[in-house]
């Protein structure tokens, strides 16, 4: 079966401290996988999909397809980082299946 | 572009009633999508549609839901009669598909949803 799961629901960290958000998958093929945010009182918005192949406010995230992971991660966190976060991959050509989601708490 | 637009963004309702929920796509947008939020469950697909034809319904509850786009700037999600354990948060999205069928999914954006109660 197709599956993201995102074990955390919770993570609290302090400022300055590395953060690793977990996501793992279960997917027959190639996956497109991708993480989206929504921050307080805003739109879930798309942060980073693994093709690109890029840092977005300092988040990076590597495929592993040996673990089935795309963890996210990002060496110092900051108190604007606090938000909801999900993993995504997209089955077939348009069906995003969503993680759960884990709220982020970046603690001063 | 003001994006995604959703209305209401907040509904208060009885069980038993119509709930009627509307979303206005991201202009040249060729696919939408509804979401349903919950705690327990994360977001989970409801409907998809491509150039107005709903593709894939599967993610629908049960006959209680329906979704139709009678054009490309417009959506709704209706639920009749309503039960206390539709309460959720229902997201709109949507995204340009480019190449055969929309085999090419590109973003989606979502809109700011909308916040169901049923009592």
């Known amino acids: 079966a197709q599956r993201v799961t995102q074990p955390e629901k919770l993570l609290s960290v302090f400022k300055g401290a590395p953060v690793e958000l977990k996501c793992n998958y279960s997917y027959s093929g190639s996956p497109e996988l991708f993480w989206y945010v929504q921050y307080s009182r805003q739109r879930l918005q798309l942060l980073l999909r693994?093709?690109s192949r890029e840092s977005i406010k300092g988040f990076t995230a590597d495929l592993n397809k040996g673990e089935t992971s795309f963890h996210l991660k990002k060496p110092f966190a900051q108190e604007e980082d606090s938000a909801m976060y999900y993993c995504a991959l997209i089955s077939g050509t348009y069906k995003y299946i969503f993680g759960t989601g884990t709220r982020l708490k970046v603690l001063a | 572009d003001a994006g995604v637009i959703q209305s209401p963004r907040h509904e208060v309702t009885e069980m038993g009633q119509e709930v009627t929920l509307r979303c206005k796509p991201i202009?040249?947008?060729?696919?939408l999508f509804w979401y349903r939020q919950t705690m327990m469950r994360g977001l989970e697909l409801l409907i998809y549609?491509?150039?107005?034809?709903?593709?894939?319904d599967s993610g629908m509850p049960e006959d209680r839901f329906s979704a139709k786009m009678p054009n490309a700037s417009f959506s709704t999600l209706k639920i009749q009669p309503s039960e206390p354990r539709d309460s959720a948060v229902y997201f709109c999205?949507?995204?340009?598909?480019?190449?055969?069928?929309?085999?090419?999914?590109?973003?989606?954006?979502f809109g700011p949803g909308t916040r169901l109660l049923v009592l």
């Open positions: 999205a949507s995204s340009l598909a480019l190449g055969t069928s929309g085999s090419h999914q590109e973003t989606q954006y």
């Open positions: 549609f491509n150039n107005n034809v709903p593709i894939d």
């Open positions: 202009s040249g947008h060729n696919s």
């Open positions: 693994h093709i």
